[in-house]
C-alpha cells in the first residue's frame, strides 16, 4: 500500500512539474492610443497630441477605469495613482495613465458629478467608445487585468492589478526601478 502511495505522489510530482505554464497573450502585445481619444486635463479636453509627445519613450502603467461609477473611481483609479506613485520615479521616464471610459451619454453627469472624485495625478484619458480596447483588442471585463506596463515601445511588459493581486506589486516595482 504504501508503494502506492508514493507512486501516485511521484505521479503528481511529476505531471505538475512537467506542464509548461502558458504565457500572457498579452504580453508583448503593441498597444496604440487610438486618435478618438483625448486628454482631460483641468476639466478641460484636449487632443492627443501633446499626451502622444509626453509618453514616446517612457515606461507607462496602464489602467482602464470605468469613470461612470463613484466606487471605481475612489476604490481604483485613487488607490492605483497613489500605488504607483510610491515607486514611479520622478525622473519624468515614467507615466501613470488612466483610459476613462465614459460613452457620450454620460459625458455630462461625469463632469459634473464624478470628474471631482478623482484625486490622482496621473494622465486622464477620454474614451466615449470603448476605443482603446477594441482597437488594441483587448477588451475584458475582468477588472484584475485592466492595469498593464507598457515599455518604450508601447508592448505590454507586465499584466494586472496589484490592488487584486498584492504580489504583482513587486513585480511592477522591479520593471519600474531598472528603467
Known amino acids: 500500500m504504501n508503494k502506492s502511495i508514493v507512486f501516485i505522489i511521484f505521479f503528481f510530482v511529476v505531471l505538475f512539474s512537467c506542464t509548461k505554464k502558458e504565457e ?3 504580453l508583448n502585445k503593441k498597444i496604440i492610443f487610438p486618435k478618438e481619444l483625448v486628454e482631460l486635463k483641468n476639466s478641460e479636453i ?11 519613450g517612457k515606461l507607462k502603467v496602464v489602467s482602464i477605469i470605468d469613470a461612470t461609477c463613484v466606487k471605481c473611481i475612489v476604490n481604483q483609479l ?4 497613489s500605488l504607483f506613485s510610491t515607486i514611479i520615479k520622478e525622473n519624468n521616464k515614467q507615466k501613470i495613465i488612466f483610459i476613462l471610459n465614459v460613452n457620450k451619454g ?6 459634473k458629478n464624478m470628474y471631482p472624485y ?4 496621473g494622465i486622464l ?3 466615449n467608445s ?21 515599455d518604450e515601445n508601447n508592448k505590454i511588459i507586465q499584466v494586472g492589478n496589484p490592488l487584486f493581486e ?3 506589486y513587486d513585480a511592477y516595482k522591479e520593471l519600474l526601478k531598472g528603467r
Open 24 to 26: 500572457d497573450p498579452w
Open 46 to 56: 484636449n487632443p492627443l497630441n501633446n499626451f502622444i509627445n509626453e509618453i514616446n
Open 78 to 81: 485613487n488607490k492605483i495613482d
Open 106 to 111: 454620460d459625458s455630462v453627469n461625469f463632469i
Open 118 to 121: 478623482i484625486k490622482a495625478k
Open 125 to 127: 484619458i477620454w474614451d
Open 130 to 150: 470603448y476605443h482603446f480596447e477594441t482597437k488594441n483588442n483587448i477588451f475584458t471585463e475582468k477588472v484584475s487585468r485592466r492595469t498593464f506596463l507598457l
Open 166 to 168: 498584492p504580489r504583482l
